[in-house]
């Protein structure tokens, strides 16, 4: 690109202004004063991210952080305890490999990150991108580091046409094109911090944008008519039923299996979920105890790749098989989608 290190320095310069103040973050003050950043929490709070916003990733982070101060106290937790925490992060996979993950860095190499992308992404459950922002954030290594925002602020800089996610091979390519040794990991959070907080996905506000002078997207017109994308396929329903047991102020709950959705979680019992609606003697054939059971309602719940419609049933267990016997107030550390499933239940019981 012409005129790069003119680019860079207005970003940086308007980045040494207005960088974000986050529970992770060394400030760029701070880092020219030569303080670095925790590579555990800047791993923490990427994986911890790539599911959910700032406002709603900070309130864990700073849980986990204060619970568990290193990784080698992470690597010790049960995994219960984990899951248990991260409800409400988005897919328990991410909690799985989160904690697959500090254990290798704690029994393999010594409770001390690797500094390189290489060695990063060797690690469990870390991919291209976590190894990146490590790399850049923790050990300013020059390592391309995008995601959402920088594919934005990439698609509108340089008016990509290509849509998503076709786009992605060409805006990592010219996202690569702009990192240097100068300041790797100030660079990374400029331009997240850029496309999250002026370069927005609707109404970008580029008379505050310090790089609106090389945009080309800018210099068109619309800039927020980019990135162009494909239009997305309908999400599918599913359907299924909860099953709320209840013997005095406990309720029954099961472990999930190890792999799938919401994997090794403690849950309500549940039927398969599946593209046909239950119908009232279906839902009861696929309860996990016979009982007298009876409709409480039904529950929608959105997960990445399918919306699920959740029909909730309840009776009373006192003789009721192998469970695992909860009190009513510890469902609030249920995975969300039962959660709402009983809470909407106790409305009615």
């Known amino acids: 690109m012409k005129d790069r290190d003119a680019l860079r320095s207005a970003l940086l310069a308007w980045y040494d202004a207005q960088a974000r103040d986050l529970a992770w973050r060394v400030g760029p003050a701070d880092r020219r004063a030569g ?37 080698s106290d992470l690597a010790a937790v049960e995994d219960g305890d984990l899951m248990a925490a991260w409800a409400g992060l988005g897919y328990y996979a991410r909690a799985r490999n989160l904690l697959a993950c500090a254990r290798a860095v704690a029994h393999d190499h010594g409770g001390v990150f690797p500094d390189t992308e290489e060695a990063l992404r060797a690690l469990p459950g870390v991919g291209a991108y976590t190894a990146a922002a490590v790399a ?59 496309g999250a907080t002026v370069c927005k996905p609707k109404g970008p506000l580029c008379d505050r944008c310090p790089v609106s002078a090389w945009c080309a997207a800018f210099k068109g017109g619309a800039p927020e008519t980019y990135p162009r994308k494909t239009k997305k396929a309908d999400r599918p329903r599913r359907h299924g039923v909860a099953y709320l047991l209840s013997r005095g102020e406990e309720v029954a709950l099961v472990r999930r299996p190890p792999k799938g959705l919401l994997g090794g979680m403690l849950g309500l019992p549940t039927s398969d979920w ?37 029909r909730v049933f309840g009776a009373d267990g006192a003789n009721a098989g192998d469970f695992v016997w909860t009190p009513r107030e510890g469902l609030a550390a249920l995975p969300s989608v039962f959660l709402k499933a009983a809470r909407a239940a106790e409305r009615l019981l």
Not at 45 to 65: C, G, K, R
Not at 274 to 297: N, T
């Open 274 to 310: 599946r593209a046909a609606p239950y119908d009232d003697a279906e839902a009861v054939a696929a309860a996990p105890v016979a009982a007298a059971w009876r409709d409480l309602g039904a529950v929608e719940h959105v997960f990445t790749h399918f919306s699920l419609t959740l």
């Open 35 to 71: 303080v670095r950043s925790d590579p555990y929490r800047v791993w923490l709070s990427e994986v911890m991210l790539q599911q959910t916003t700032v406002p709603h990733a900070t309130p864990y982070f700073l849980s986990f952080t204060q619970r568990w101060p290193t990784v």
């Open 136 to 194: 850049a954030i923790a050990f300013d290594r020059a390592a391309n580091v995008v995601d959402g925002n920088v594919e934005r602020v990439m698609s509108r800089l340089f008016a990509v046409e290509t849509p998503l996610p076709d786009a992605k091979p060409e805006l990592k390519a010219l996202a690569g094109d702009l990192v240097t040794d100068e300041r790797p990991g100030d660079w990374a959070q400029a331009l997240m911090d850029l």
